[in-house]
Structure formats: C-alpha cells, structure tokens
C-alpha cells in the first residue's frame, strides 16, 4: 500500500504490507532505517480496514481527474462479504470508508441471502468478482468529485463453473 506517512514521507514504494490468512487481515507497516523492519499494527488503529475476514484483493487506485488518472488515497479491499472502498486520512492515521457494495443486494430470495465473493481482480477504475454460485459482477469506481461510489456495471447470471480466480487484462 502506497499512502503518505509522516515517518517514511510519500515515495514511489509500498510503506505497508497487508497479509490474509483464511479468516482474518494483519497490517504491518515498513519501518525505514538502515535495516528495514516491519511492525505490526494493532486492529484498533486500523480504522475502516476489514481485518475481521480474508482478504480477496487489495489495491491502491488512481482517481481520474481531467480524463487522465493521477495518484490518489483511494484504496479498494475486497472481502467475502462485500468490496469496499477506502480513502487514506492522514489527520486519523488509517482509512475511512467512502463506500461500500455488498454482493447480498443481488438477492432474488431467501436462497440467495448467503451469497459471497469467492474471487476479485482490481484495476485503476473496475473491480471484477466472481460470487458463490457463479455470478460474475463488475463494478466501477464512480470517482466524480466530491462524490466517491461502486457502482454495478454488469451482473452475468449464474455460470455452470466454480471461479477460482479471476483477473482484469
């Protein structure tokens, strides 16, 4: 993750690492120095990072401004139970939420409430996922100042396969 740190100052290479075990998030933050360490940052300071759950995809991107994309503090986490989109505040030290999609609003029933995303791939402005069940939806990153948003581009019902993993080309 690439965001502005007053310790380690806004570079071109990542100042955290965010590791996902089967069932949870860990953030841990590279210490500069003349041997670079890393530390682990507790959940509590974490702020609207999902760590209670794996996660599928994490990426820094771009906000698009004059028809071009430029550097920004918007990240995108992508959990089981829904992508999130995340805005780096230096005044608190850790994300805020600026939106978030859950694959449950595509329910067409009580059969459908257990949905999740299975699988994702992430790019400056979508984000494809694949669901349990075999959907495979896309979302962009509406990014029209001052509003942030997800917003659903295309669900493609039910494919007979299982996704293991997906990937925007």
Request: charged share 20%; net charge positive; glycine share 6%.
């Amino acid at each position: 993750m690439k965001c502005s740190d007053p310790e380690i100052g806004y570079h071109s290479y990542d100042s955290y690492i965010l590791v996902s075990t089967r069932s949870e998030g860990h953030l841990f933050k590279l210490k500069n120095g003349s041997k670079a360490q890393l530390r682990r940052i507790e959940t509590g300071a974490l702020n609207a990072l999902v760590t209670s759950q794996p996660t599928l995809a994490f990426s820094n991107v771009y906000r698009r401004q004059n028809g071009t994309y430029v550097n920004s503090s918007l990240a995108v986490q992508v959990v089981p139970t829904g992508v999130h989109l995340l805005e780096w505040d230096s005044s608190v030290n850790g994300y805020k939420e600026q939106s978030k999609w859950d694959p449950r609003s595509l329910a067409q029933g009580n059969n459908d409430q257990r949905r999740e995303i299975v699988a994702a791939s992430v790019n400056a402005s979508q984000i494809a996922l694949a669901l349990s069940g075999g959907n495979v939806v896309f979302l962009r990153i509406k990014n029209d100042a001052p509003l942030l948003e997800l917003q659903l581009l295309v669900d493609q019902q039910q494919y007979t396969l299982q996704v293991l993993t997906l990937r925007l080309v």
